[in-house]
């Protein structure tokens, strides 16, 4: 979903790449005898324009009044995506695909059935060889129309093959369709709610895992029911914070394509979210070297043919490989590394903001922010916070929490002294309502009540932060509490204050340790 909205052909003249538009002026000038002066103006006009503005547009348009303009932009819009469609055939094997199937109803149409049915057959064994399923129903149907309402006399058992075809790829797609809706409604559910809660969330996410996954579908052999296995489970174990699981699932999403690789260019954005979820699961695991190996697979990927042959490709790149590298600042404690990346960031966000969902910069503005407060940079964390804040949108009620709760930590750090009772109580009850208040947050907020008017008193402070660090480290590995450790490192905040060190280095002696235990 966008990020805002604007008028539809307007997006699409603002997607067009320079060979593209040119195409499009070739397209018009062959397939028109008046070269359709109108729509060539109108896309002119919409082309320069740098937001879309209805009135300015009007003014500029000499042959095209206001009752007209409708009708002509949707003109406009089937003409594009007609050019679009003739030098994007080649890209996309289900375009490919689709394109033969219209010869094959062409060929029918004028009585050709022999030529219609060799064509059918040729792009079957296409669509066979590259997993499309989905193709091969329309395929089989055309082909079983041909044969019932032709002697074709093509073969002899031809009826008996299509009858046994038809059978086996419905029981696939049937297959595929449960798990694949399995898969999307628990990425729906992580979306809305983040990770579970509370053992009622995750008993909820049991149960209705269990009643939608097939029984035997763990069992089923092709590309695509492998595919949707691992993203159910990955999901799951993702929702239930299990990341060990969320690890070895990813893992096999990835793998599975680079024992398919031919689907890496069928199927790219399954690929590209793979190597996404691949990442973060050695994020929440620290699984450093893993990490740094991946994200450099990933960056090849992004400079092959494959990964630029779509804007969508290169978008998706783009958001996975730049939240890797920032959270490969995070986990390394390279906080000011990584600031250092934002603003470049930022401007890239900036040109894709017609394209890219507002999730997706939530995330970013968290991540963002997370940076400027390991750097001691509260100010600007509070900034990117409260991007978050006033962006009342209904998704990831669990950014929406931990974005209130660092906001509040950063004014404590900053010794707002004045708001920050208020900020307590604010935040508590939204946290509350929000089902979303654990251990670690409750003593979160009952340590902020006790201090935040004891700043002047230096061992004091030491020696709360000292106890409210021995309070929460017996949780670390509590079965709900990781998410908290997951949003917010508290306890390497808290250890930068009973040691005296900046936060960056007790992460950066953290990595250190753990590398020197994996040599």
């Not at 251990?439 to 009540?449: A, C, G, H, M, S």
Request: hydrophobic share 40%; charged share 30%.
């Amino acid at each position: 979903m966008p990020n805002r909205s604007a008028d539809i052909l307007f997006q699409l003249i603002r997607s067009l790449e320079k060979s593209e538009k040119r195409n499009f002026k070739l397209y018009i000038q062959r397939n028109s005898g008046n070269k359709d002066l109108k729509i060539i103006e109108l896309f002119d006009a919409l082309e320069r324009m740098k937001e879309y503005d209805e009135q300015q547009l009007l003014k500029k348009l000499t042959s095209i009044k206001k009752p007209q303009l409708s009708n002509t932009k949707a003109h406009l819009y089937k003409q594009l995506l007609a050019s679009l469609r003739l030098i994007k055939t080649q890209e996309s094997i289900d375009l490919q695909l689709h394109e033969q199937l219209d010869y094959a109803r062409i060929l029918y149409n004028k009585g050709l059935y022999m030529q219609s049915l060799k064509i059918i057959e040729k792009a079957k064994e296409l669509a066979i060889e590259h997993n499309q399923d989905s193709f091969l129903i329309q395929a089989i149907s055309l082909e079983k129309k041909i044969e019932i309402l032709h002697i074709t006399r093509s073969m002899q058992d031809r009826a008996d093959r299509l009858s046994s075809e038809a059978d086996s790829i419905n029981e696939k797609r049937t297959v595929i369709t449960r798990l694949s809706n399995l898969a999307l409604q628990l990425y729906s559910w992580y979306i809305r709610n983040g990770h579970a809660r509370n053992e009622k969330d995750e008993a909820g996410i049991h149960s209705f895992f269990k009643e939608h996954f097939p029984a035997d579908a763990y069992n089923q052999k092709g590309f695509y029911e492998r595919l949707y296995v691992y993203q159910c489970f990955c999901w799951y174990a993702f929702i239930r914070q299990d990341f060990l699981m969320y690890y070895r699932y990813t893992q096999k999403w990835v793998d599975l394509f680079h024992e398919n690789r031919k689907m890496i260019a069928v199927d790219t954005g399954h690929y590209i979210k793979g190597m996404h979820n691949l990442l973060n699961a050695h994020f929440d695991l620290r699984n450093y070297k893993k990490f740094a190996l991946t994200l450099q697979q990933f960056q090849k990927f992004a400079a092959s043919e494959v990964a630029n042959r779509h804007d969508n490709n290169r978008l998706q790149t783009f958001v996975y490989i730049n939240s890797a590298r920032l959270n490969q600042h995070i986990i390394l404690g390279t906080f000011n590394d990584g600031i250092s990346l934002v603003r470049s960031i930022e401007e890239k966000l900036n040109e894709y903001s017609l394209y890219l969902d507002r999730h997706r910069v939530l995330v970013f503005n968290y991540k963002f922010a997370t940076l400027y407060f390991g750097a001691a940079a509260y100010d600007k964390c509070i900034d990117y916070l409260r991007k978050i804040i006033n962006d009342h949108v209904d998704l990831r009620t669990d950014l929406q929490c931990y974005s209130r709760l660092l906001h509040l930590i950063a004014h404590y750090e900053l010794g707002n002294a004045d708001i920050i009772e208020h900020l307590i109580k604010s935040v508590y009850r939204f946290m509350a309502k929000m089902e979303n208040l654990t251990v670690i947050e409750e003593e979160t907020f009952k340590f902020l009540r006790r201090t935040f008017h004891l700043s002047s008193d230096k061992q004091k402070m030491k020696n709360e932060f000292s106890k409210f660090l021995d309070n929460i480290k017996a949780f670390e590995h509590s079965r709900f509490e990781t998410r908290a450790f997951a949003y917010l490192d508290i306890v390497s905040w808290l250890e930068s204050k009973v040691y005296e060190k900046p936060m960056s280095s007790i992460i950066r002696e953290k990595y250190l340790a753990s590398s020197r235990k994996m040599d």
